[in-house]
């Protein structure tokens, strides 16, 4: 997690890269818990959507739980090449 904006082009300056390390935060943890909170985010947007009559919205919820869902199994493969 960045405590700090990006500097110029997109680089890191390396406070940033030493407080990253520092939390013991590595970046698959970090895209499995971004894959888990779009899950969790599409399911309340589709179940809204449904509830209200709103069927774009729902058609949205559903788009990001399956985003979600695929960067899930994108993570998995990559623990599974990691052994």
């Not at 110029?8 to 390390?21: D, I, L, M, P, V």
């Not at 013991?24 to 809204?48: D, F, H, I």
Request: net charge positive; no cysteine; charged share 35%.
């Amino acid at each position: 997690m960045w405590l700090f904006p990006l500097g110029q082009a997109g680089r890191r300056s390396q406070e940033e890269k030493f407080s990253e390390q520092a939390m013991g935060m590595k970046m698959s943890a970090k895209e499995k818990m971004k894959a888990a909170t779009e899950q969790v985010l599409g399911r309340a947007v589709k179940e809204t959507g449904q509830a209200t009559g709103h069927r774009k919205t729902a058609a949205k919820g559903t788009a990001l739980g399956t985003r979600g869902r695929a960067r899930h199994l994108k993570e998995k493969v990559k623990d599974k090449f990691k052994r």
